[in-house]
């Protein structure tokens, strides 16, 4: 592929998440348009646009750097952004949705999430680990060193606590694993747990999966090593056995925002109100949409956090069915974009910093919409490029800059 197609397919990698970004610095715009005035909502737009100015300059800087410098930094990176999570834990301050975490740092009038550049710095680390081997024949003790990367920071994240961020770990390990070219079998076993701590909320559903599983490590029996069967065994135990214990640990308005997704009308006017209203001002919409800056639920105060967390329900009641479509559309062939540049991509690394950054994308635009509508509970996660937060804006752009760095295949020859 020449230069200039390499260069091509940048532009188009740039051209949607520029797309996507004065779309959301327009709908920030409307979400301040309200009967009552909000300052900090109101001006939302204009503190977002020189975010985004200051993005672009990043991007500028960071889009030249090839793409093995970026292979060299991943440890210093990762273990500075470890640091950074850990003392989080001791100043960091909360706001909006996440105002009882501690998930920022305050600089000065500015907050910077350390959250946001640990999950660069894990996909730089856990691609450095995984593009030196071939994984095709890989077991699950190959998984420990990969999935350790993604477990600290996620559990940092965890306990500020931030449960919508953490969730993009997970993405990122899973996307990451499955490019390198580990057996499906292996990922199942892995996500295991996982389903198992979900399922304990009742004993007959975790014990018909606990049946499953173990019929399922019979039948891999031959590709499984007795200790392998045993540790995944174990840990579906201790997943059900640790879910009461780590329920009581959340904090009561978590605990909250889990029950009121199984039922918003237990509690409308408290930890349900963000969920009803959000369905109210989609449901609104219709097919077109009431127009722009036209949203009743917005301009009246009845949908929170609208800037923010809930930006898609402001799309949903503006634009109608219409204009989600349009969104999700531009996010789709933003997504498939970064695999096709991984597919084209020879260089192992840059194909896994790709799909890295596609599964914390994809677990932040799943996450985020799907919270809107009802189909998972609130945990305060922002909707890439749309939703207003100026670190988060900065380090998508960041994400984008590396992407395309990677994906020039400009990193030389492997030492």
Known sequence: ?????????DLRLVALAM???????????????TISP??????????????????????TAVVRVPSRWFEWAATPAYVVTMVLLAITLVIGTGAGT???TRSSIALGPLRFQPAELAKLATILMIARHLANSSWGEASLK?????AALAVLPLMLVLLQPDLGTAQAFIGVLFAMLFWAGFPLRILVLVASPGVALLLSFDTIVWSGYMFVVLVGLYVLRHRLFLHESAAVAIANLAAGTIARPLWNSLAEYQQNRLLVFLNPDIDPRGAGYHLIQSKIAIGNGGLWGRGFTEGSQKRYDFLPEQHTDFIFSVV??????????????LFGLLLARLVRMAEDS???FAGLVLLGIFGAWFVHIVVNIG????????TGIPLPFVSYGGTFLLMSWFAVAIAASAGRGEGGTRS
Do not use: H, K, N
């Not at 797309?19 to 348009?33: E, N, Q």
């Not at 001006?43 to 977002?48: D, F, I, L, P, S």
């Not at 190959?142 to 990969?146: E, G, H, K, M, R």
């Open 371 to 378: 919270m809107t509508i009802g189909l998972v509970p609130i």
């Open 1 to 9: 592929m020449g230069w200039a197609a390499r260069w091509a397919r």
């Open 142 to 146: 190959d998984v420990l060193v990969p």
């Open 316 to 329: 949903g009641e503006e634009l109608g069915f219409i204009g989600v479509m349009a969104v999700l559309v």
């Open 98 to 100: 996440a105002a009882g």
């Open 38 to 59: 909000q300052r900090v909502v109101q001006g939302a737009w204009v503190r977002q646009l020189i975010w985004f100015v200051l993005a672009l300059g990043a991007f």
């Open 346 to 348: 020879d260089d192992p």
């Open 19 to 33: 797309l996507l970004t004065l779309f959301g610095v327009a709908m920030i715009y409307s979400a301040g348009v």
